[in-house]
């Protein structure tokens, strides 16, 4: 995974401190904490607009992720 981004670098390490649980893979703490993205926008679990656009950011950074995962 040579091939990252600062951003997606940033964001790994951002859920390697969240997702404590090392029994987890890299692919299990992205697609979890791509679910909870998901639950925060359909929920609208934010209080307004810039926080939207920062979880709606995170989302995208977290599909890019899974893409470079899996190749």
Do not use: G, P, W
């Amino acid at each position: 995974m040579n091939n990252l981004t600062c951003e997606e670098q940033k964001t790994l390490l951002k859920l390697e401190n969240y997702f404590k649980c090392s029994d987890m893979s890299i692919h299990d703490k992205v697609f979890n904490a791509l679910i909870i993205a998901e639950h925060e926008l359909t929920d609208h679990c934010f209080a307004n607009e810039h926080e939207r656009l920062k979880v709606q950011q995170f989302k995208l950074i977290l599909n890019s992720l899974l893409d470079k995962i899996y190749v």
